[in-house]
Each structure stands twice: as C-alpha cells, then as structure tokens.
C-alpha cells in the first residue's frame, strides 16, 4: 500500500473526517447507520469500512484507487498522434470523418466521444452550443 505522503491533500481530509465520524459511532455517541448517513454512503459500505478500520487501522480508511492510473487511459503517444493527424493532414474534415479515417486508415481504435472530446479540449475543435428546450420545441413548430 503507498504511504500516507503519495494521497492527496483532499484524500487525506477525507479519510480525517471518516474517522471522526467512526471513532463517535465507536464511542456509541452516534449510531452505525447515522455515521453513515453523515458520511453518505449505504449501511453495508459504512460496515465494510469498519472492517478495515479495525484490522488495517487509519491506513484502511483511504480510497485505494487513488494514485493509481486508470486501466482505460489512452496512451500520450496515441494522444499526440492523434492531434498531429488532425492539424496536419484532416484539419478539413470534421469529427466524424476524421474518427472513421483515424479507425480505417491509421488503425487507431478510439471511441468517437473520447476523439471529438479530446479534440475539443485541445481547442482544434469548436464546441458546438447545444440548443435549449425552447428552441428546439419552437424551432420545430410552423407559424402559419
């Protein structure tokens, strides 16, 4: 397990105020279910954290995802060839072409929404403002 040093500040916080919240159901000023509901988690994820808390101690009050990269991450050279594709040779195309190209001719297998996402938050792409209720409703309807 990291050590304490690797969490973040927020993680480290968090798990303070969950033991806090335990140490008073364990001194019975609040009840199991209570601490839970402070917390906002279900009855059986607050006993499950008791489990931990008693055989791992303050260590086991920490989300263990933290620190670790996501199995899904898509790698920075894939990321960046990605966007040397688009600004030099489909900066013509738009998103859902550019996709089928990237899939046919360059064997890169991204989903659409992680492409035309990515793309927008580089700022190669416009984001496009979705239209609000009202004026898809009027927009559909014909004054006569």
Do not use: C
Not at 11 to 27: C, F, P
Not at 35 to 41: D, F, K, R, S, V
Not at 116 to 142: E, M, N
């Amino acid at each position: 397990m990291p050590s304490m040093d690797s969490y973040p500040k927020a993680a480290m916080e968090r798990a303070m105020k969950v033991q806090d919240v335990m140490l008073q159901a364990m001194a019975k000023k609040i009840t199991w279910w209570q601490a839970a509901e402070i917390l906002g988690i279900s009855d059986r994820h607050m006993r499950r954290w008791r489990e931990r808390y008693v055989e791992e101690g303050y260590n086991g009050l920490f989300d263990r995802r933290q620190g670790r990269p996501s199995r899904r991450r898509v790698p920075v050279a894939t990321v960046e060839q990605v966007f040397a594709l688009y600004r030099e040779k489909y900066f013509d195309l738009n998103v859902q072409h550019f996709h089928e190209k990237l899939e046919a001719e360059h064997g890169i297998e991204l989903s659409y929404t992680w492409v035309k996402q990515a793309l927008q938050g580089a700022g190669l792409v416009a984001r496009t403002p979705s239209a609000s209720f009202s004026d898809r409703v009027i927009g559909k309807l014909r004054i006569e």
